[in-house]
């Protein structure tokens, strides 16, 4: 069996992009007071990207500006969140959900972080945050979303939802393709030493 060298490498290389692990997966989310359940007239708008690590943490960077900005007096920024459920259709648009995460206010795990209350406008970051399963689930059915709440909407005043993401959309490591690979070295390595060994009844020694 005689397998070319491009060939080898070419499975080499593959091999080494499967053993690396997935890369991250990454949408980008838009915040707006018609996202809201129910919808809100807020002139407010925030946009930014959402990430899906491997190795079960996520990354976000979404700006925002504008809240309160249809009050006599601006009061700005309460709370951040990411909420979102398992429960079936619960966090899809139109509907609301529990907390996963908090943002600003309440317990913001590290790598998590944003403006003070009070607050019309700034960023929300995460930067390699662990998610559990629960949260991990409610991503892959599509079923979480930001939400940004303010004095004037302290139910919300702009929310994005985040597109479904999941591990499937992460490439996937089978665990047997090093072996596989390291059998197809094996393989190509005997080939060609067969190929290169003499022949009976050739070489110098051979008479006429």
Do not use: C, K, W
């Not at 091999?15 to 692990?21: C, E, M, N």
């Not at 980008?28 to 190795?55: H, I, K, M, R, Y």
């Not at 995460?101 to 009070?118: N, Y």
């Not at 059915?141 to 479904?164: C, D, K, M, T, W």
Request: charged fraction near 10%; aromatic fraction near 4%.
């Amino acid at each position: 069996m005689h397998i070319p060298a491009r060939a080898l490498a070419s499975l080499g290389a593959a091999a080494l992009l499967a053993s690396t692990g997935a890369l991250a997966a990454t949408v980008n989310v838009t915040l707006t007071g018609s996202q809201e359940a129910p919808p809100n007239s807020s002139t407010a708008t925030g946009s930014g990207t959402f990430t899906l690590n491997p190795g079960d943490t996520i990354s976000f960077d979404i700006l925002f500006s504008g809240l309160d900005e249809g009050s006599r007096v601006p009061l700005g920024l309460t709370v951040a969140h990411i909420h979102g459920s398992t429960a079936p259709g619960i966090g899809l648009p139109g509907t609301n959900a529990p907390v996963l995460l908090d943002i600003v206010g309440g317990t913001p795990p590290a790598g998590v972080s944003g403006p003070l209350p009070g607050a019309t406008g700034g960023n929300l970051v995460g930067i390699d945050v662990p998610v559990d399963s629960t949260f991990l689930l409610a991503l892959s059915l599509g079923q979480a979303y930001f939400n940004v709440h303010s004095v004037s909407f302290p139910g919300g005043e702009i929310r994005g939802q985040i597109a479904a993401l999941s591990n499937t959309s992460v490439i996937p490591v089978p665990a047997a393709l090093p072996l596989m690979f390291g059998g197809l070295l094996v393989i190509g390595a005997q080939a060609m030493r067969r190929r290169q060994a003499p022949r009976p009844g050739s070489g110098a020694g051979a008479g006429s």
